[in-house]
């Protein structure tokens, strides 16, 4: 089961080092994350959402592979990989990966302008590590969907002095 984790915090570039951090600790197996966006709310209060990949982009670049290699057959690759790019990127922008947008955008609207919302869909996670790992980070939990004690472990854990302070 998947649990979902926001947290706000004063700029994009404190959310982003939080999710490279948490990155970091996916790759030493202490987490499992499923999806993780910095939603970020501009000067004049529209939120851009930086996600892991662009679902449009990476559905044009299949279309495109597989159009040609189908065209490759009615001996009209180009045709093919036209045809196949922009139904690979239709079909990419009608795609939704993890969480959803319309949510992060509407939780976005409660950070200040300049602010940014770090999302999380945490799959797995070994608690104690990875809290020890992000203590002191700073931030606000805005919304989650784990229990209170883990939740209140995860506000203790982002608001604490971390060790080398």
């Avoid at 999806?35 to 004049?44: E, G, R, S, Y």
């Avoid at 239709?90 to 795609?95: D, E, F, N, Q």
């Avoid at 809290?131 to 229990?147: A, H, N, P």
């Amino acid at each position: 089961m998947n649990d979902l984790l926001v947290i706000a915090f004063p700029s994009e570039a404190k959310a982003e080092e939080v999710r490279q951090k948490l990155f970091t600790m996916q790759k030493e197996y202490l987490i499992e994350l499923g999806d993780a966006v910095v939603a970020v709310k501009n000067p004049d209060g529209a939120v851009k959402l930086n996600q892991l990949f662009n679902a449009t982009a990476l559905g044009g670049v299949s279309g495109a592979f597989w159009g040609a290699l189908i065209g490759l057959i009615f001996m009209m690759p180009l045709a093919g990989a036209a045809i196949g790019a922009g139904a690979g990127a239709v079909s990419g922008a009608l795609t939704d990966f993890g969480i959803d947008d319309k949510f992060m955008k509407d939780v976005a609207d409660a950070i200040p302008p300049g602010g940014a919302a770090l999302f999380l869909l945490v799959r797995k996670m070994t608690t104690d590590k990875v809290l020890d790992g992000l203590k002191g980070v700073g931030g606000v939990v805005l919304r989650t969907s784990f229990d209170k004690s883990k939740e209140d472990a995860i506000r203790a854990a982002l608001s604490a002095q971390s060790a080398s302070a």
